[in-house]
């Protein structure tokens, strides 16, 4: 009698579980791109706003007159490069946010592919020790119906 091959029942389950996990790792590393990018424009806004402060310095500091309307275009200039600032800080905020939910989610996702893989090898296991107690079990008859026939 022949052992059946082991077939997995779960295994598009398997699949679709490692297409979700590889998923993840891929909406993850979008994620953590975005993160970076977004730090490199906020360390361009800062440098922005501290040289258009400076530049307010300046301005405020030297001994000739300086118009009224001038000051006041420097500081709805410096309230406008604060205001840029103040939104990519924020953007930042939100994709920190997201990274940690796409890193959650990938925990979730490589946890029950995992689980699956190891259902798949334990039950692999169980299928090869089967069969080869099955092939003993053969081997065995056939050597006693050997030794039957030898002794008679």
Do not use: C, W, Y
Not at 118 to 124: A, C, D, I, K, V
Request: hydrophobic share 40%; net charge positive.
């Amino acid at each position: 009698m022949a052992v059946p091959s082991f077939r997995f029942r779960l295994e598009r389950v398997r699949v679709v579980r490692e297409r979700r996990e590889k998923l993840a790792k891929q909406q993850l590393a979008e994620a953590i791109s975005r993160r970076s990018s977004t730090q490199a424009e906020l360390r361009t806004a800062d440098a922005h706003l501290e040289h258009a402060r400076a530049e307010q310095r300046t301005a405020t500091s030297e001994p000739t007159a300086v118009s009224a309307t001038d000051l006041l275009a420097r500081q709805v200039f410096l309230e406008r490069v604060e205001a840029q600032r103040h939104q990519r800080a924020d953007e930042l905020r939100q994709r920190e946010a997201e990274v940690a939910d796409r890193d959650a989610r990938l925990a979730t996702a490589a946890s029950e592919h995992e689980m699956l893989k190891r259902l798949r090898e334990r039950q692999r296991g169980e299928h090869d020790r089967e069969a080869a107690r099955h092939e003993r079990n053969a081997l065995d008859e056939i050597a006693a119906a050997r030794f039957g026939r030898s002794s008679a």
